[in-house]
């Protein structure tokens, strides 16, 4: 397995890049896209993922992945630095990498929501609200996941950080009063 720390320096690198040039929100997009079409397409992950495939030849693969998907000039040179160091069979974990480093500067949070039902957009906003208010006023993007299991309400995870406002864990919370007497 391929060092957790080398992948940071390439998440950094490009983070660092992106801010100079102003270029965050369009890199992170278009690295997110890239991401997509590597893990969308089985041969290309093994392609990447092959020790024996030539440096060069996963370099020229990644640079016309960045042509095809429309990428800026960044973020096809990265891809292709990526490539040809034998790390694109790791470009989803560089792009989340990546994708943390931007948020900590934006002081922006996700947060998973689980819910019973899909919610509407003014209910999405309502709970990012309400979470953002519980962290300080951080901005949060909501995940939403539709759980069926669910009676109602929503959980949200953000990090290791838990807030359930379900109607499940509203009874179970009631639950243990009683029984505590």
């Known amino acids: 397995m391929k060092s957790t720390g080398a992948l940071k320096a390439y998440a950094k690198a490009?983070?660092?890049?992106?801010?100079?040039?102003?270029?965050?929100?369009v890199v992170g997009r278009e690295l997110a896209s890239s991401v997509e079409a590597v893990k969308a397409d089985a041969t290309l992950r093994t392609f990447f993922g092959r020790p024996g495939v030539p440096a060069k030849a996963?370099?020229?693969?990644?640079?016309e992945i960045g042509r095809r998907l429309?990428?800026?000039k960044?973020?096809?040179?990265?891809l292709a630095l990526v490539a040809e160091h034998g790390r694109g069979d790791q470009l989803e974990a560089i792009g989340e990498i990546f994708r943390g480093l931007v948020d900590l500067d934006l002081?922006?949070?996700?947060?998973?929501?689980r819910t019973a039902?899909?919610?509407?957009?003014?209910?999405?906003?309502?709970?990012?609200a309400r979470v953002g208010r519980v962290l300080d006023g951080k901005q949060v993007v909501v995940h939403?996941?539709?759980?069926?299991?669910?009676?109602?309400?929503f959980v949200?995870?953000?990090?290791?950080?838990?807030m359930d406002g379900s109607l499940d864990g509203q009874l179970a919370r009631i639950r243990q009063r009683l029984a505590r007497g």
């Open 144 to 153: 939403e996941v539709v759980d069926r299991s669910l009676l109602g309400g």
């Open 58 to 63: 996963k370099r020229a693969v990644a640079d």
């Open 14 to 25: 490009l983070f660092a890049l992106a801010k100079e040039r102003q270029q965050l929100d």
């Open 117 to 128: 039902i899909p919610l509407t957009e003014a209910e999405r906003s309502a709970i990012a």
């Open 156 to 162: 949200a995870e953000i990090g290791s950080l838990i």
């Open 70 to 72: 429309g990428v800026s």
């Open 107 to 113: 002081g922006r949070v996700r947060a998973t929501v």
């Open 74 to 78: 960044l973020t096809r040179d990265f």
